[in-house]
């Protein structure tokens, strides 16, 4: 796995060889990252952004992120061997100064940043949870509640393509896009009921 783009392309990203986790492929991150430079409908660039990237594994989508400008990416990940290669991954490219690690559940972080008495807003909020797993719906829910975006702000989900998850409540979707046995959902939280 390698970094496609900005001031790190080319170098190497260690990944988590496991039946239960998966990486996400050169392929549909490179589809990620033009969409978010070049689509019409999406208002927010990599360049200078707060980015949060939950279940985050070896840090592969926020480690691009950080190539290509990104200001700040926090990881958070529970998992402790994807978290091992994470922390491998950020020392091995020097780019400690810009990334932040949670070891924990995606709620133990949410509630302990709101607990904070200067909150911290971003931009992106990348979440790639497992496949079989729905419990980030509660999530979103929180980080809508918490208010941590800021106004101009995108969602990206990764999610497998037969999932059916219902976002209404929390979240407009702008478009989706399937890539073999995978979709990208593509949101901003939804305001109107906020």
């Known amino acids: 796995m390698r970094i496609i ?13 496991s039946s239960i986790t998966r990486p996400l492929r050169d392929y549909v991150k490179e589809s990620i990252f033009n ?6 409908f999406i208002d927010v660039k990599i360049e ?35 978290l091992s290669i994470l922390k491998k991954n950020i020392d091995h490219l020097k780019i400690k100064d810009k990334s932040g690690i949670f070891n924990g559940k995606v709620i133990n972080y949410l509630n302990n940043l709101n ?7 971003f931009e992106i909020f990348f979440l790639d949870p497992p ?12 980080i809508k509640n918490y208010n941590i975006f800021s106004q101009n702000h995108l969602v990206i989900i990764h999610r497998e393509k037969k999932t059916k998850d219902d976002f209404s409540e ?25």
């Open 48 to 82: 200078n952004t707060n980015v949060l990237d939950l279940y985050s594994g070896v840090g592969s989508f926020g480690i691009e992120c950080i190539s290509r400008g990104a200001k700040k990416i926090m990881f958070v990940e529970n998992d402790i061997k994807a």
């Open 5 to 17: 783009s900005g001031f790190l392309k080319g170098k190497k990203i260690d990944f988590l060889k």
């Open 35 to 40: 969409i978010i430079n070049h689509s019409n």
């Open 131 to 142: 496949f079989a797993e729905n419990f980030f719906l509660g999530d979103l829910k929180i």
């Open 115 to 121: 607990s904070l008495s200067k909150k911290n807003t």
């Open 170 to 194: 929390v979240l407009n979707i702008l478009f989706t896009k399937t890539y073999g046995r995978s979709k990208v959902i593509f949101a901003k939280f939804n305001l109107s009921n906020f």
